[in-house]
């Protein structure tokens, strides 16, 4: 087992000391902000405060951090904490809006406090739940909250953003004052926000516009394109955001795409884009190359198709468009035209050349299974397949062969079997995640198929007995290169956290089996392995007693 670095070990100690000691002098920082604010500034570099604030928010394999403490919990230590050299803000959310309001409006305000001096900021605002009893009745609060943080963006803070989370509460005005304002910026995720019209993604886009520029923009198609094909060449009335903005997501819930049309032409720095909604972003983008950008091609590296629903001339045309994807995110269950050699050349070029995949599997995997069997998409290295039920599986054999290069293998409420054995192996796989695997589908990978296998985690979990004897004697690749291993086992009626058997571990299954690992460091969450409260205490004791460096919940 790999022991914790003495100074990790020291420095995690001081973080929750120091957390502790604000958590017992919340009140004192509430009436005597500004003497422990200059404390801190003192005595604790921006680095570790930035860590400070973040303490207590458990951040998972996603972007998106989840909050542990509620608003009212978290606010008070930023009192304390925020100054300019603050790099992150870790999500607000809020839960109970009468309450949470003010605080709202506490923590706005030490952004306008701060905002000519903040040199870069990472801010994740505002989660909130628009289920509360009194969401209608604090409607006017909220909005006057945003009237202040846009404020804000107009007079320094947003010149020095670079990501913002702004899922829900942006509007044009907001959208207006990051677009006007922002010099920096390379992620922009506004993707609940419901209120955003053209308008607003005009003026995001594009600096004061004379009255010809507006009448082309609100013209017919044809002079839209017209004026959006001279923007390409001539490119002063953009805003900075237009050459710094890498990732948009965004909700456009407009009766025509035109708004997409300005983004795509305008935004050439533009790499990954987010969920479009119900817009049929492959047409969109098509319309842009042909009629306003061609020759020149589109920068985007990663882009989600909502319906693959596509003609061999088609995918020729996105391959000349789009040189550079390398991710995708699409469904997969249209047909495709007769399969010739011309076809074929087509598919396979486009294909190839992406490193990730994302498809969502609604009731049929066989077009998936052609593309596997015709060698489109070999060159993979991370691939996740997300299906609606488990009554889907796919062959074991077929993915190892069609898929030889994977490095991430993700697949969700879809099971993997084996047919005939797999002649090859996954060489290069290193992180595994799966649901409810057959016996010898976990076998394979554990024993046979996966020499570099690092991480694995299985989730709705019904076999216990067969964790067990693993436990027991783990084999090499457990005990020798494991660094994750996270089981969450299930009852079949679907209730987690509980074996079928319980008690069937116990104390000294699981602390030999942490002896013989050498280096895992996360082992998930164990209060579901059924057993004892003394045995799960005694485990996280013996953790801390021998110094091992583990993460388990």
């Known amino acids: 087992m790999p022991l914790c670095s003495d100074v990790v070990s020291l420095e995690e100690l001081a973080k929750k000391e120091?957390?502790?000691?604000?958590?017992?002098?919340?009140?004192?920082?509430?009436?005597?902000?500004?003497k422990w604010r200059m404390f801190f500034i003192e005595h604790l570099?921006?680095?570790?405060?930035?860590?400070?604030?973040?303490?207590?928010?458990?951040?998972?394999?996603?972007?998106?951090?989840?909050?542990?403490?509620?608003?009212?919990?978290?606010?008070?230590?930023?009192?304390?904490?925020?100054?300019?050299?603050?790099?992150?803000?870790?999500?607000?959310?809020?839960?109970?809006?009468?309450?949470?309001?003010?605080?709202?409006?506490?923590?706005?305000?030490?952004?306008?406090?701060?905002?000519?001096?903040?040199?870069?900021?990472f801010m994740n605002l505002v989660y909130v739940y628009k289920n509360c009893s009194r969401w209608n009745v604090c409607m006017n609060s909220i909005q006057c909250s945003m009237n202040i943080l846009c404020k804000c963006f107009e007079e320094g803070l947003a010149s020095n953003l670079v990501q913002l989370q702004l899922t829900y509460q942006c509007d044009d005005s907001i959208l207006i004052a990051i677009g006007q304002n922002s010099k920096c910026l390379k992620m922009l995720d506004v993707s609940c926000s419901s209120t955003i019209t053209t308008d607003g993604i005009k003026s995001f886009l594009f600096k004061e516009l004379n009255t010809f520029q507006n009448d082309?923009?609100?013209?017919?198609?044809?002079?839209?394109?017209?004026?959006?094909?001279?923007?390409?060449?001539?490119?002063?009335?953009?805003n900075t955001v237009c050459f710094t903005l890498e990732e948009i997501r965004l909700q456009y819930t407009k009766s025509n795409n035109i708004g997409w049309i300005f983004i795509l032409s305008c935004i050439q720095s533009l790499k990954h884009l987010g969920w479009p909604g119900k817009w049929n972003i492959k047409k969109i983008i098509m319309t842009v190359w042909n009629e306003i950008i061609k020759p020149k091609t589109f920068n985007l590296e990663s882009i989600t198709l909502t319906d693959w629903d596509i003609t061999c001339d088609e995918i020729n045309t996105m391959s000349e468009c789009l040189p550079h994807l390398k991710n995708l995110n699409t469904t997969l269950t249209r047909s495709y035209e007769p399969l010739n050699n011309i076809n074929h050349q087509l598919l396979m070029k486009f294909w190839n050349k992406l490193n990730s995949l994302t498809l969502y599997v609604e009731n049929t995997i066989e077009y998936f299974q052609l593309f596997c069997k015709n060698g489109y998409i070999q060159n993979l290295s991370e691939l996740t397949i997300k299906s609606v039920s488990l009554d889907i599986s796919f062959d074991l054999a077929l993915l190892q062969s069609g898929c030889p290069n994977l490095i991430i293998l993700d697949i969700v409420s879809m099971s993997l079997y084996i047919n005939i054995k797999p002649t090859g192996k996954f060489e290069y796989l290193k992180t595994v995640k799966m649901?409810?695997?057959?016996?010898?589908?976990?076998?394979?990978?554990?024993?046979?198929?996966?020499?570099?296998?690092?991480e694995l985690q299985i989730f709705n979990e019904i076999d216990s007995e067969y964790w067990k004897n693993i436990f027991i004697t783990p084999p090499p690749l457990i005990c020798q290169q494991m660094k994750r291993l996270e089981i969450v086992f299930v009852l079949p009626n679907g209730i987690p956290n509980f074996l079928i058997q319980p008690y069937i571990m116990n104390y000294s299954i699981i602390t030999e089996f942490i002896r013989k690992c050498s280096v895992l460091n996360t082992f998930g969450s164990i209060s579901n392995f059924g057993m004892t409260t003394?045995?799960?205490?005694?485990?996280?004791?013996?953790?801390?007693?021998?110094?091992?460096s583990m993460t388990i919940y």
Request: with cysteine.
């Open 45 to 121: 570099p921006g680095s570790l405060r930035t860590d400070l604030l973040c303490y207590g928010f458990s951040k998972y394999d996603g972007k998106i951090c989840r909050p542990i403490y509620p608003l009212s919990y978290w606010v008070p230590f930023s009192v304390a904490l925020f100054d300019k050299t603050i790099k992150y803000v870790p999500p607000i959310c809020i839960n109970d809006l009468e309450k949470d309001l003010p605080l709202l409006m506490s923590f706005v305000s030490y952004l306008w406090t701060y905002r000519p001096k903040i040199t870069k900021l």
């Open 216 to 238: 082309m923009l609100n013209g017919s198609e044809i002079q839209v394109y017209a004026f959006l094909k001279c923007i390409v060449e001539n490119r002063q009335i953009l």
């Open 534 to 548: 003394q045995d799960v205490e005694n485990i996280h004791n013996f953790i801390r007693l021998h110094n091992y």
């Open 18 to 34: 120091i957390h502790e000691i604000l958590r017992l002098n919340e009140e004192s920082i509430k009436e005597k902000a500004y």
């Open 435 to 454: 649901e409810a695997p057959f016996e010898e589908t976990k076998t394979w990978f554990l024993f046979h198929g996966c020499p570099s296998l690092e």
